[in-house]
Structures are given as structure tokens and as C-alpha cells.
């Protein structure tokens, strides 16, 4: 596939002229109402990547998710017929939410031959369907066939399972990826099942969180203490710039490339000691997984072309991130807004089954220094949020290693103004 190259003299941000280069407004992280707005134009409309295959391993398997951002809970579920369906988790008669443990609000997951709602026993098949309704007689003319769970459109990709909340998507789910799943397709992400999550509640808007990770020119400052002395002094002095930015246009997807790849370092000093024992670090095992084939990656990968490519982070609009790491492992990121200033963000560090102890190991300490990256990069999260909301300064100028932050805004901002003026229509005539 066909990449967009940094002219010579100039930026990246002149490829995108309608992204403009005057400072951006953060209204879009501080107004409740434009919050509101968000939730029916961005997250009732986009396609949104709620798991894996490899979570429903067998028939009756399933499990639920929360989206505040969309005011409903979820049940995805694979069917007696090995099908993979999404589900309003809602019972038909009173209301109920339909699976749940112990706490209502909390997901819950499991295998089950059927879903019964604890309020009266109504009973659902794994495909949805009313089988079962309490003292049926005393209902007046009720057929079974009309009552069976609220289907939600759902599809899958590379084995990633995404939902759509609209009554009929404005576009199917490959069409909606564009490139993005072009230049990825093949990639083998089914073989890399080995997973460690980290979940936290943040006190900011989600978009901030997704711009925290959107550039690398914060990297040499906020991590600097991450690096051994002489390489953090390096790096604060010159700064850090990354290999490669592009947006797949028509579609809100984006993605950074970084340099980096240690696999192992030419020189042992540059990491510290722990690295050097267990062979691994940030950028995972420096040993690539035995029985997977790395040998010709997808097109979309390393699009620089670098000798030294890390890593690329791909945005998939509008709340997540796929980060391919170059020695053979990955990581998703999900930013799951539950009011104007806050979202619940999850991280996933997928690997290669470890075949041995050392192995594991060198994959747990990635992912504990991943943790301590991330925290970092969240630690500014409620501060930035704290002095936006102050309003002492509305609009900031980005630098051009910032163009994947100022598409995002520039991005929801025109969906919701979209969604603003359908609805005044709407209005208007009277609907």
C-alpha cells in the first residue's frame, strides 16, 4: 500500500491543509453538553471493538460490557451454531438487565446453555430467542417470536469483535477500517493469546488519554527518568521525533511509527541491568516467538521503512489503539468515556504462549514497564484536565509531531456539529 512521505522542507501536518495549523480549542474535553452530543454522534454511530475472538473459546461462552458513553450494557455471546452475536442487555419484559453476578453494574463472563432474567424467569437462547415465559397464560395475545433480545449489529475483524449501535450502520465495519485493516490483514494476531490487563478509572476526558499516546514528542521529558542517566540526557537535549505520521484518509483513522527497537541494544549500558538479564523491556522480549512467522510483515507496518522501526500505533477511530511492537508482540489500548471528565481506560499486553519460565518472565517485566510508562503518560491526565476546565486559556498551539492530536479534535468536532445540524433539521420539520 501507498504511503505519504514527509516533504523535505516542510511537515506532515502540510499533507492534511484542511487540518489547518492555528492552535486548537480543548471546549471538546470541558463542555458537558457537547459530552452529550458526543455520545449519539461518535459513539451510537462508530463501529466499536469491544474484545477478541479467542474470549468466547467455545458455544455458550460469553461476556458483557458497559458502554456508558452509549447509556447501555452488552452481551456478547457465541451461539449453539458457533456464530458470535451482540445483544441489548435488557429483558423484554420489565427491563431488567439480563446477565449479571453478584453486582448489576460490574461485567460479568462465562458459559451458559441459556440467559434467564432473575426478576421473573424469562429465558433466552443463545441466539436470542424467547423460549421460556413464566405463567404464560395470563399474558394477553403474547407471541414468543416478538420478544426475543435487541440485536446489535456486530462484526469481526482479524478476530477483533466490533459492534455498531446505530439502527443500520452508515457504512460496513471493513469499509469503516479502509486501509487501516488493508495494511494490517495477515498480521497473526490469533497466535499471540497470552494477555496481562491493566484497567484504571481517570479523572479526565477520554481524548485527552488518546492524545497522551497520539505523539512521542513528550517522550524524552516525561519518561526521562525511565532511561539510564547518560541516555536520558541524550534524548532531553535533542528530543525525539518519530518515523512516520499518516491519517487513512476518507476514514478518522490514524497512525505513528517510532524508531527504537532493541533487540538486544548494540550497546549493553543503554538499558539498565534488569533489561539486560532478562532480555527484555518497553519493547517487549528481545527474543522473537518461536513457531510464528514475523519474516514479511503486512504492508501497513513499518511504513518508514526504518532500519531501526519499534513500533506503530494505529488509531482506530474513535477509541482505540492497536500498538505492534517490531520484536513480535502487541497491545490495545480503550478509552470508554463515563462523563465529561472521566473514562475508564484499558490496556492489554497480548504475547506468545510462554513455553518456559524465562519466557514468561521476560514478558511480565514488559508488561510491569509498561505500567510504569503508562502511569506517567495518565499521572498529567487530571492535572491538564483540572486547568482546562479553569478556562484561563482556551486554545493551544500544536507542534507538527502533533498532527494525530489535532485531527482527533478536528475529527469529533465535525461529527458532532454534523449530528447538531441533522438534528436541527430534524426539528424543523417537525420529526
Not at 440485536?151 to 469483535?161: K, R, Y
Amino acid at each position: 500500500m501507498a504511503h505519504f512521505t514527509k516533504p523535505a522542507e516542510g511537515s506532515w501536518t502540510e499533507l492534511y491543509p484542511h487540518l489547518g495549523t492555528a492552535p486548537v480549542s480543548y471546549q471538546d474535553s470541558i463542555d458537558p453538553e457537547w459530552f452529550e452530543d458526543e455520545r449519539e454522534a461518535v459513539f451510537k454511530r462508530s463501529w466499536l471493538n469491544l474484545g477478541r475472538v479467542e474470549q468466547l473459546p467455545r458455544k455458550g461462552s460469553y461476556f458483557t460490557r458497559e458502554l456508558d458513553a452509549a447509556r447501555t450494557s452488552l452481551i456478547i455471546v457465541r451461539g449453539a451454531d458457533d456464530e458470535i452475536r451482540a445483544f441489548h442487555n435488557i429483558c423484554r419484559h420489565r427491563g431488567n438487565k439480563l446477565a449479571w453476578t453478584d453486582y448489576p453494574n460490574e461485567e460479568d463472563k462465562g458459559t451458559c446453555r441459556q440467559f434467564a432474567c432473575k426478576y421473573h424467569g424469562w429465558r433466552y437462547d443463545l441466539e436470542g430467542e424467547l423460549t421460556f415465559v413464566q405463567q404464560e397464560g395470563e399474558f394477553f395475545d403474547l407471541d414468543k417470536s416478538d420478544y426475543g433480545l435487541v440485536p446489535v449489529h456486530l462484526d469481526v475483524w482479524e478476530g477483533f469483535i466490533f459492534v455498531n449501535l446505530a439502527d443500520e450502520p452508515e457504512q460496513p465495519l471493513r469499509e469503516f477500517l479502509g486501509d487501516l485493516a488493508t495494511g494490517l490483514d495477515g498480521y497473526p494476531f490469533g497466535e499471540m493469546t497470552y494477555c496481562y490487563e491493566y484497567v484504571a478509572d481517570v479523572g479526565a476526558n477520554w481524548k485527552l488519554f488518546i492524545d497522551a499516546f497520539a505523539e512521542f514528542y513528550h517522550a524524552p521529558i516525561l519518561h526521562m527518568r525511565q532511561s539510564v542517566a547518560e541516555e536520558a540526557s541524550k534524548l532531553a537535549g535533542v528530543g525525539f521525533e518519530a518515523l512516520h505520521y499518516e491519517i487513512y484518509e476518507p476514514t478518522a483513522h490514524s497512525v505513528v511509527s517510532s524508531w527504537g527497537g532493541m533487540s538486544p541494544p548494540a550497546d549493553p549500558s543503554m538499558v539498565k541491568p534488569i533489561e539486560n538479564v532478562l532480555r527484555s523491556g518497553l519493547f517487549g522480549p528481545w527474543d522473537k516467538p518461536e513457531g510464528i512467522d514475523l519474516s514479511t510483515l503486512p504492508a501497513g507496518l513499518n511504513p518508514a521503512e526504518h532500519r531501526a522501526w519499534g513500533t506503530d500505533s494505529f488509531q482506530v477511530y474513535p477509541n482505540m489503539v492497536i500498538l505492534i511492537w517490531e520484536p513480535g508482540w502487541y497491545l490495545t489500548y480503550h478509552y470508554w468515556p463515563t462523563a465529561m471528565n472521566r473514562h475508564r481506560f484499558e490496556a492489554r499486553l497480548y504475547f506468545a504462549e510462554p513455553k518456559n519460565l524465562a519466557e514468561r518472565i521476560s514478558q511480565e517485566l514488559a508488561a510491569v514497564t509498561f505500567k510504569e510508562f503508562a502511569l506517567q503518560d495518565g499521572n498529567t491526565l487530571e492535572a491538564t484536565q483540572t486547568m482546562l476546565e479553569s478556562g484561563v486559556v482556551r486554545e493551544f498551539p500544536l507542534c507538527d509531531q502533533e498532527l494525530l492530536v489535532r485531527h482527533l479534535h478536528h475529527t469529533v468536532r465535525e461529527q458532532v456539529n454534523d449530528y447538531r445540524a441533522e438534528r436541527d433539521v430534524a426539528v424543523a420539520v417537525g420529526r
